[in-house]
């Protein structure tokens, strides 16, 4: 929905503004700047709904929601971070694919299929999403289920590895496959 609206998604914009700085179109300063940026943004708007939804109003935390959210969020905590980072590089490779298939198609339905699709792998695979894990883990923490230092344990490697899954394997790839075309 974010990115069909025009909105801006951190990990969406890890690969497209990678690809404008790799094509030289945008300095790096100003992609690391832009990309960090928009995922504190992101990260406060889905905290905000994490607090909301879930703390204030209570639906993370009633009989099997709550008790989902803290099996999720303990399966996003207990890994090493190395394995957190890695996950997090196919969930932005992913992600940057849905944005590719988004922006080329043509017409509606070819949008949304284009996206839903990579988007609902890495969801099914369990990788990890920065922004999603910025609802998630603070609707554990908001339910007593996990500390502030578990959350860092992932988000910290979730946004390295989906800096990296979006700028480095998807941007690079797609920046390379248009210089070979030129």
Same mark, same amino acid.
């Given at each position: 929905?974010?990115?069909? =609206?025009?909105?801006?998604?951190?990990?969406?914009? !890890?690969?497209?503004?990678?690809?404008?700085?790799?094509?030289? +179109?945008?300095?790096?300063?100003?992609?690391?700047?832009?990309?960090?940026?928009? =995922? %504190?943004? +992101? &990260?406060l708007g889905a905290i905000l709904l994490a607090y909301i939804f879930g703390h204030y109003l209570g639906l993370t935390k009633v009989d099997v929601y709550?008790?989902?959210?803290?099996?999720?969020? !303990?399966s996003k905590v207990t890994p090493s971070m190395p394995m957190i980072f890695f996950s997090a590089i196919g969930a932005n490779w992913l992600v940057a !694919?849905? /944005?590719? %298939? &988004?922006?080329?198609?043509?017409?509606?339905? &070819?949008?949304?299929?284009? !996206?839903?699709?990579?988007?609902?792998?890495?969801? %099914?695979? &369990?990788? +990890?999403?920065?922004?999603?894990?910025?609802?998630? %883990?603070?609707?554990?923490?908001? +339910?007593?289920?996990?500390?502030? /230092?578990?959350?860092?344990?992932?988000?910290?490697?979730?946004?390295?590895?989906? =800096?990296?899954?979006?700028?480095?394997?998807?941007?690079?790839?797609?920046?390379?496959?248009?210089?070979?075309?030129?």
């Open positions: 929905m974010i990115v069909f =609206t025009g909105q801006e998604l951190a990990t969406g914009n !890890m690969f497209v503004l990678g690809y404008g700085a790799l094509n030289r +179109n945008l300095g790096w300063l100003r992609y690391f700047f832009e990309v960090i940026l928009i =995922t %504190l943004l +992101n &990260g709550g008790k989902q959210v803290a099996t999720m969020a !303990m !694919m849905g /944005v590719y %298939l &988004g922006m080329v198609a043509k017409d509606t339905i &070819g949008k949304i299929v284009g !996206m839903w699709f990579p988007v609902m792998i890495f969801v %099914l695979i &369990g990788f +990890n999403h920065v922004i999603a894990n910025f609802f998630l %883990l603070p609707a554990a923490y908001f +339910n007593g289920t996990i500390t502030l /230092v578990q959350m860092l344990h992932n988000l910290v490697p979730a946004f390295l590895g989906n =800096t990296f899954g979006g700028l480095l394997l998807a941007a690079s790839l797609y920046f390379t496959k248009d210089k070979n075309n030129a």
